[in-house]
């Protein structure tokens, strides 16, 4: 084990201002949602909010970009206006000052008081949609998130479907938060593979989810590997 895999989550404090990752993973009640565009996240995400709630744990539903007040008006930067508004480089700067705050501010709290956290999207997303497809872009989001994130969910359901059955459940929500799904059916096919790399490169944290199917059925999947994981 590294000397940063030794840390835990729960051992640094929160909020620090040393400049410091606020906190080392993996932490085991971290548990990320990620996956292409309408793949059902933030539906299963209530759902597995629900069964914890009911088998008694505190749950803590976040989601990013975002997850706190800060990290919410940052948000609004990245999602709206038009697909080329930033550069690459100040996009994932954006991206990484926003979890650096929801970190300090709410993931490493309720960690801390023993809480469950539920987060849609987190560091793979940026991984995903900032550095598929060009290495450098990638090795500056690990560099960034080895410095200034530092902690690793313990669990991270990818929600597996072809990105058009995906877009088509995107574009009936409607609404301006449209930046990326704006980017087309390549970038979102090159995501689920990056999303694929993702779960294989990382066996332990990772598990891919069939995320075809009604909502139940998905529901039922996520359960088994919450249950296996000792979660429930
Ligand atoms: P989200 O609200 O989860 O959108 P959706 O419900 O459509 O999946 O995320 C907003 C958008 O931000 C989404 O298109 C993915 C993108 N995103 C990144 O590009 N990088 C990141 O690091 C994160 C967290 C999100």
């Known amino acids: 084990?590294?000397?940063?895999?030794?840390?835990?989550?729960?051992?640094?404090?929160?909020?620090?201002?040393?400049?410091?990752?606020?906190?080392?993973?993996?932490?085991?009640?971290?548990?990320?949602?990620?996956?292409?565009?309408?793949?059902?996240?933030?539906?299963?995400?209530?759902?597995?909010?629900?069964?914890?709630r009911e088998a008694g744990r505190e749950v803590?539903?976040?989601?990013?970009?975002?997850?706190?007040?800060?990290?919410?008006?940052?948000?609004?930067?990245?999602?709206?206006?038009?697909?080329?508004?930033?550069?690459?480089?100040?996009?994932i700067l954006l991206f990484t000052a926003a979890r650096r705050d929801h970190v300090e501010r709410v993931i490493q709290?309720?960690?801390?008081?023993?809480a469950v956290v539920l987060c849609d999207r987190f560091a793979d997303s940026t991984r995903a949609y900032q550095g598929a497809g060009d290495a450098a872009r990638r090795a500056l989001v690990d560099r960034l998130h080895e410095t200034i994130i530092g902690i690793e969910?313990?669990?991270?359901?990818?929600?597996?479907l072809d990105p058009a059955d995906g877009l088509a459940r995107a574009?009936?929500?409607?609404?301006?938060?449209?930046r990326f799904e704006r980017k087309g059916a390549g970038f979102q096919q090159a995501l689920r593979r990056e999303f694929h790399r993702l779960a294989e490169a990382n066996p332990g944290r990772?598990?891919?989810?069939?995320?075809?199917g009604d909502p139940d059925t998905v529901a039922a999947r996520i359960l088994a590997v919450a249950e296996a994981r000792g979660l429930l």
Do not use: N, Y
């Open 206 to 212: 990772c598990v891919l989810i069939d995320a075809t």
């Open 60 to 91: 803590v539903v976040t989601r990013e970009p975002g997850g706190s007040p800060g990290a919410e008006e940052i948000r609004r930067l990245l999602v709206e206006g038009e697909a080329h508004r930033w550069s690459p480089e100040t996009e």
């Open 171 to 178: 574009s009936e929500r409607a609404g301006a938060e449209d």
């Open 153 to 160: 969910p313990g669990l991270t359901l990818i929600l597996d």
């Open 1 to 52: 084990m590294s000397p940063a895999e030794s840390r835990t989550a729960e051992s640094s404090p929160a909020g620090s201002t040393s400049g410091s990752p606020p906190g080392r993973a993996p932490a085991a009640a971290f548990v990320t949602f990620e996956g292409v565009d309408g793949a059902g996240k933030s539906t299963q995400l209530a759902r597995l909010a629900e069964a914890l």
């Open 109 to 114: 709290p309720a960690l801390r008081r023993g």
